[in-house]
C-alpha cells in the first residue's frame, strides 16, 4: 500500500504565490507519473500538470507561465510552485501518482486527499 500526503494549500491574495508538496509513502517500488489535478465548486476534477519520472511536464494551457511542477525521485515527493494566482484559481488541489508498490504487480493510481487553495481578489 501507499499513501500520498499533500501540503501547502491556503488563503492568498491575487497576485500571490503558493507552494504545494505530496509525499508519496509506504512500501513503494517505483513511482511513473505523478501530478496535480484540482476541482473547483460545481466543476468537475481538472488537470493541473503532470510529470515523469525523467523530468518530462505537461501543463494545462491556464496555468502555462505561472505554475511549475517539480519532482524529488529521491524523496517521492512533487512540488507546485503556483505564482501570479487568481480567483479561477481557487479550488481543491488533489495529488496523483501512478506508482507499483512492492505487494503488488501493477501500476496503479493513487490520491491524496487534496488541499484548498483559495484565493481573494
Known amino acids: 500500500q501507499a499513501q500520498l500526503l499533500e501540503s501547502g494549500g491556503g488563503l492568498v491574495q491575487a497576485g500571490g504565490s503558493l507552494r504545494l508538496s505530496c509525499a508519496a509513502s509506504g512500501s513503494i517500488f517505483d513511482i511513473n507519473v505523478m501530478g496535480w489535478y484540482r476541482q473547483a465548486p460545481g466543476k468537475q476534477r481538472e488537470l493541473v500538470a503532470t510529470?515523469?519520472?525523467?523530468?518530462?511536464?505537461n501543463y494545462a494551457d491556464s496555468v502555462k507561465g505561472r505554475f511549475t511542477i517539480s519532482r524529488d525521485n529521491a524523496k517521492n515527493t512533487v512540488y507546485l510552485q503556483m505564482n501570479s494566482l487568481t480567483p479561477e484559481d481557487t479550488a481543491v488541489y488533489y495529488c496523483?501518482?501512478?506508482?507499483?508498490?512492492?505487494?503488488?504487480?501493477?501500476?496503479?493510481?493513487?490520491w491524496g486527499q487534496g488541499t484548498q487553495v483559495t484565493v481573494t481578489s
Open positions: 510529470i515523469t519520472s525523467n523530468a518530462r511536464t
Open positions: 496523483n501518482a501512478d506508482l507499483k508498490t512492492y505487494d503488488s504487480r501493477w501500476y496503479l493510481d493513487y
